[in-house]
């Protein structure tokens, strides 16, 4: 069997993706084969992906759209557009998946937690369902290649702005390592033990447009330790009960199925794809509801991803390869146990993914031999 995974426009845009697939090309491979076997929707946008990927102007097409994303920091412009987008997903995600109901029957003033708020439009549609509610957020500064935050001052909501990958101590270290190239990086302890809140919000990503030096260890850590950072803080001071929304791509990767199946353990879970917002892209939301964070199975993801973020953040190269390393054994034992209900929950994903992509003009294009065969 060929261990090279199909690639596609989306894989070469998304820079975790491509990590993830550099790190288990071959688990890949095998998601592949298996969603292929099993589920004719993925089938077709795995089609037409190939089509996309086999002409050059899909490369084009998502090169402008990473130019267009990298610029909406410095254009007004672009970064109004991006910021009323984000309202519209968030509302129409509501609208089908009830995500904010958590906020409006919540007893007390309920709280939120917003890892990567700017420019805020997600956060600000969530503070709307429920004027009692206040938020917590964290935002990578705009002298850091953030963006800035458009949405409207409220004193319900209290912005830091930082670093959250650095977020030693939270994450359970207490002891930097001398000589580690960060060691005068690591803030203090952020958010207290007892500190609940009924709505996680975990959209971050890598930017593009990052402007200060990072370590040489973090270049190709980084989507990983943004990711972990969010699940684990995000799950560990979550009210029981509460809800998560977590920004995913690609559900055919090893990291994305495994948090799925670990999320399906005690959670109620639903997916979400905006049918026009990224609808050609690999981008879906995950949210979770009636989330059990005190549960044994909860207790042992959070400790699992702050060991993940260890390894990313201190250990070396070796060691953070064997740990995001998949055998064989592992997917095919994954697939065998969660195969059929990730076939069932991503359907919709894969339906909507594949109409976008069907009527891009450089999957067209392909069709019609304009591009290479």
Known sequence: MDSRPPETPQVAQDSAARLEIHHNARAVNIITEYLSENAPEFRTLAALRQKGWDNPAGDEFFRKQRQ???QSRDDPKICRIFYEMMKNISHDMH???GVF???TTSTDNPKILDFCVAPGGYLETSMWHDPRAQATAFSLGTDQGGHEILMPPNPRIAVKFMDITMLAADMGVDTIPAGHPDFANFPPRELAPNRFFDLVICDGQVLRTNVHARAEYRESREATRLTLTQLALGLDHLT???TMVVLLHHMETWGTLCLMRKMHQFASVQLFKHPKCHAKR?????IATKVNARCPQATDA???????WKVATFGSE???RDVMHASDAEVHSLLKDFGPRLVENARPIWVIQAKALEKASFVKGASRGWGPS
Do not use: N, Q, R
């Open 101 to 103: 109901d958590i906020l």
């Open 282 to 286: 690999s981008a879906f939301y995950m």
């Open 68 to 70: 267009v994303s990298d």
């Open 318 to 320: 070796e060691a953070y």
């Open 95 to 97: 609208k089908a998946t």
């Open 302 to 308: 959070i400790e699992e991803w702050k060991g993940i």
């Open 240 to 242: 029981p009960g509460g």
